[in-house]
């Protein structure tokens, strides 16, 4: 996968349903451009490889379709059969796993959140590094860490919302991860289309049109 092709904002989807995603992403596909997107489906979701099969067979070739809360390699080669095009995790992730989806071309996004992680991550072949719980830490974080590093492709996952969200693009993170702070519980678990639309709405003026 080619990073620079990478969507800036990953939509987080922890705990729902095959369909409850599948409401999520007719949303997205009917109100965005795919670009702007990806989709990270937690592990600890019911029936995670189903889900994942039946949205990247729907979805694969207009969004990214990740796994989320991979932490070791059993967990990768599940989610990459699955049709995961990208992996992240809330840990650092061993090398025997970074290297797997590297030869299955398939995006790895571990965790860190010291400068010694971030670069060690960096250095064993990560594509992105997740910075978690980046609202405990702060955007200026991320301008202050590259500053000796050098620029990196920087991830803040953990707090991130519409409010916050352009504070850590404007200090120096490549990406976002948010989950809560983009879509109201209760519409996703209700299947709520207009809520959602409302609240793909508020995100998109309030972090895009800025």
């Known amino acids: 996968m080619n990073i620079s092709e990478f969507p ?24 965005t451009e795919s670009h702007k997107y990806a989709l990270e489906i937690t592990l600890n979701s019911p029936d995670v490889f189903e889900t994942l099969k ?33 992996i992240l995790s809330p840990v650092q992730l061993e090398k025997e796993v970074l290297d797997f989806c590297k030869s299955n071309q398939v995006a790895t996004v571990p965790a860190a959140m010291s400068p010694s992680e971030v670069y060690k991550m960096k250095k064993e072949g990560a594509d992105i590094i997740k910075v978690f719980p980046a609202a405990a830490i702060g955007p200026t974080f991320f301008k202050d860490i590259q500053s000796p590093l050098g620029q990196l ?17 404007d200090n120096g993170a490549s990406f976002v991860g ?6 109201n519980k209760e ?16 995100f998109e003026d309030t972090v895009f049109q800025r």
């Open 8 to 31: 800036k904002v990953t939509v987080i989807l922890r705990g729902y349903t095959t369909d409850q995603v599948n409401t999520v992403l007719e949303v997205l596909d009917e109100e």
């Open 54 to 86: 039946d949205i990247s067979r729907k979805y694969g070739n207009e969004f990214h379709i990740g796994a989320g809360t991979v932490m070791n390699l059993e967990d990768a080669k599940n989610a990459v059969n699955a049709g995961a095009q990208f």
């Open 153 to 169: 492709p920087l991830m803040a996952v953990g707090g991130v919302s519409a409010e916050n969200a352009q504070d850590f693009f």
């Open 178 to 183: 948010i989950g809560s702070g983009l879509f």
């Open 187 to 202: 519409d996703i678990l209700n299947q709520n289309k207009e809520g959602l639309k409302n609240s793909l709405k508020y």
